[in-house]
């Protein structure tokens, strides 16, 4: 079955710093993978989506993410965190590939920024 | 803004009672995703209809229903309800079937069963 792990509960950067997040996922075949952002009191935000190809991927706000098949791993980074970023980030896989819509989530990995 | 509404943003009721949440997705996106976040597990995936029809089930329980009406809009049922139902709702939209297509999140529904 397919699943997330991301490692880190809570993590803290300064602002200015470079900011990495962790995700490892479980899937048999080629995975779906996405990044949310959940800011307090709000829904989830799509941050970036990898199906194939170039396995860096560009997102909003100044986010990226790489996948790397060989370690399972699809790690949202940004070069410099503002004070707007603190909110909480999902990782997710596609629950079973095309036909079927829903998301598997990990458990998330809330991040603060310190001025 | 995503384009997606939920009401009510809070509901506050008690065990055993029932309840019902609603959605309205983005124009023109025909699915309807139901998701559950609460603090011990997490975000999990309830329900999927698309254009009325119920497209794939998650770990939603026997006490929760759902539907999608024909103008698109969905209700989510929660009955008989538990201390442990108390969590947020999530409804998301998305055009079509696929899990490539971007899922637009609406605000959520805060439950709190007492």
């Known amino acids: 079955a397919q699943s997330v792990t991301q490692p880190d509960i809570h993590i803290t950067v300064s602002e200015g710093a470079s900011l990495e997040l962790r995700c490892n996922y479980s899937?048999?075949?080629?995975?779906?993978l996405f990044w949310y952002v959940q800011s307090p009191g709000q829904g989830l935000q799509l941050l970036l989506k990898y199906f194939s190809g170039d396995t860096l991927v560009q997102g909003i706000k100044g986010f990226e993410a790489e996948f790397k098949r060989s370690q399972s791993s699809f790690n949202l980074r940004k070069p410099s965190v503002h004070w707007s970023d603190a909110a909480e980030y999902f990782c997710?896989?596609?629950?079973?590939?095309?036909?079927?819509?829903?998301?598997?989530f990990g458990k998330g990995t809330k991040l603060s920024v310190k001025p | 803004d995503s384009g997606v509404t939920q009401t009510p943003k809070h509901l506050i009721t008690a065990t055993g009672q029932r309840v019902t949440l609603r959605c309205s997705p983005r124009s023109g996106d025909l699915s309807v995703y139901w998701y559950q976040q609460s603090l011990d597990q997490g975000l999990q995936f309830l329900i999927q209809y698309y254009n009325g029809e119920e497209r794939a089930k998650g770990n939603i329980l026997e006490r929760f229903s759902a539907q999608q009406f024909p103008d698109l809009h969905s209700e989510l049922n929660l009955s008989s309800l538990e201390l442990g139902d108390s969590a947020l709702y999530f409804c998301?939209?998305?055009?079509?079937?696929?899990?490539?297509?971007?899922?637009?999140f609406g605000p959520g529904t805060r439950l709190l069963v007492l």
């Open positions: 997710a896989v596609g629950g079973y590939g095309g036909s079927q819509g829903n998301l598997i």
């Open positions: 998301a939209s998305s055009i079509g079937t696929e899990v490539k297509e971007t899922q637009y």
């Open positions: 899937y048999g075949a080629t995975p779906y």
